[in-house]
């Protein structure tokens, strides 16, 4: 393997790998059957320069300062990528829903640091609708410390779903402290695919959102997460971080939703809303990291 070495069941690689659209758009995977468990897989790459990244800052809305606390998720998305090619893995890439994300900053990253990055494919549960699956990563520094850890929760259409209906978890009631209206035009998933690599075809065009089920395209989950740690950029905590956030519903493109910040419990909460309704679509919390 060009750039790195393969197991079983590791990747383990020297540069980013290199996964194609039509790679992803291609391949056949069966599916989860019923009785049926995903394997654990794994990738890692040894050591990678954190790059500068104007253009991801640009598009999300963020500041100057150390690298975005969200960034990391992009330096992984090759290795993402190259376990959802995995020949064991069952479920295909595309049209996999991003449901729930959390992040672990235990200090700040800087643009030109050194870093290794491993992923692995481990957790599953049964969704209404079908599966849901977790995809862990970890970042650490020259010292083999990890510094950044992340859980990606995605769901898939292609397994066997049990049709229950569940409940939003219960949540202390959010004290609006800070709003602002957003109006997100429709090349706005595109936008984003090109500084994250993530051309999911249910974020590009209305069409090709389609085939997937959705009414037109939608934006990535982690580009609304994003956008709403930067409207939060001075609240946040300075050094060691936690985020927890749920997307409950799509944003789609184009739209106008509501975003709103304020204390939740001890947490500092936000919501992203359809501005029409008001249903919520990104329901997130903010702590200062306890290790």
Partial sequence: MAGGVMSERQLDFDEPPKISL???LLSRKPGLEPGESIPRL???LRSWTVPTVPEYRAVCGLTEGP???LYPQILAEPLHLALA????MPLPAMGLVHVRQSVAQVRPILEGEQVGIS?????QRTARRGVEADIHTALRDEDGQVIWRGI???LSKHGPGDGLKRQQPEQAPLHV???AAWSIPGNQGRKYAKVSGDWNPIHTTALTAKLFGFKRAIAHGMWTLARALGELDEDLPTHSVGVTASFRRPVLLPSRVLFESG???DSLGFEVREAKSGRVCLSGDINPLVR
Avoid at 119 to 123: F, H, I, N
């Fill in 42 to 44: 794994e990738a890692h």
């Fill in 177 to 179: 402290r800070r709003s």
């Fill in 152 to 154: 990606s929760t995605v």
């Fill in 22 to 24: 039509s790679k992803l």
């Fill in 67 to 69: 690298l975005p606390i």
């Fill in 85 to 88: 090619s995995h020949p064991d």
């Fill in 263 to 265: 204390e939740r419990g």
């Fill in 119 to 123: 992923c692995w494919l481990e957790g």
